[in-house]
């Protein structure tokens, strides 16, 4: 019965003869969770330069986590650059933040946050570096210097449950193990992660400067203009 099925997931409170959706049910599965839960939605921006002074593009990633998820990486692969490398005849097209990275840390920001502090996430883009922001602090003792060590504390373990279940999520403490490892292999500059007052942000650096001029070359020889 699809009612006990998502009981047992903790999607519904149960009382006699009633069921109510839990805050993960609405979260995951509801048609429309903005109108129940206003601030939990992502603001994504693209700014010029290196201090948000003047917006290039924004989105408001809406709907459930999932849509919010695949929204806010159409986001970041639209403004951030591409380039390409020709491998046995195949061009190969790879984006100069690893996505694998990039996406880790979009589902870390909406799985772990507070969704008691009524304020969305934010992602900006400027022009060193992409910032994302997630209210709550850290659910545990964790220190920013030991990300790699796969401690766990979780906060909202339904969302990871069913991302998880769902293959969003391969396993439980990795996000932060992955951004620091694919971040090596591009060889980019190691990034940061902030915990302040109520909040945490993650600051990943772009590879700017070779990589702006490889896609403006590209772009010359090919006539096409990537985005």
């Known amino acids: 019965h699809s009612l006990e099925l998502m009981n047992s997931y903790k999607l519904l409170w149960e009382e006699p003869h009633r069921f109510y959706p839990t805050l993960a049910g609405i979260l995951l599965f509801s048609q429309k969770p903005q109108h129940y839960l206003p601030e939990a939605f992502v603001i ?12 290039l593009a924004t989105r408001d990633c809406t709907g459930t986590l999932f849509q919010q998820v695949n929204d806010c990486m159409a986001f970041l692969t639209e403004r951030l650059y591409h380039s390409f490398d020709i491998k046995k005849s195949r061009r190969e097209e790879k984006l100069e933040i690893p996505k694998t990275a990039l996406r880790e840390i979009v589902i870390n920001a909406l799985v772990h946050r507070n969704y008691q502090i009524p304020a969305p996430c934010k992602i900006a883009i400027y022009s060193d570096r992409v910032e994302i922001f997630s209210p ?3 659910p545990g003792p964790i220190q920013t210097n030991n990300l790699e060590l796969g401690i766990t504390y979780i906060r909202n373990p339904v969302l990871c449950n069913i991302f998880r279940e769902a293959g969003y999520i391969e396993k439980l403490g990795s996000g932060f193990i992955t951004l620091f490892s ?19 942000k993650c600051i990943l650096p772009r590879r700017v400067n070779n990589e702006k001029l490889m896609t403006e070359n590209l772009e010359k020889e090919s006539g096409y203009k990537i985005f």
Not at 44 to 55: I, K, M, V
Not at 186 to 194: E, F, H, K, R
Request: charged share 15%; with cysteine.
């Open 44 to 55: 994504c921006s693209h700014f010029q330069g290196t201090q948000g002074r003047q917006t």
């Open 136 to 138: 709550g602090n850290f």
């Open 182 to 200: 694919e971040y090596r292999k591009a060889q980019l500059p190691t990034p940061s992660v902030i915990e302040g007052n109520g909040f945490v």
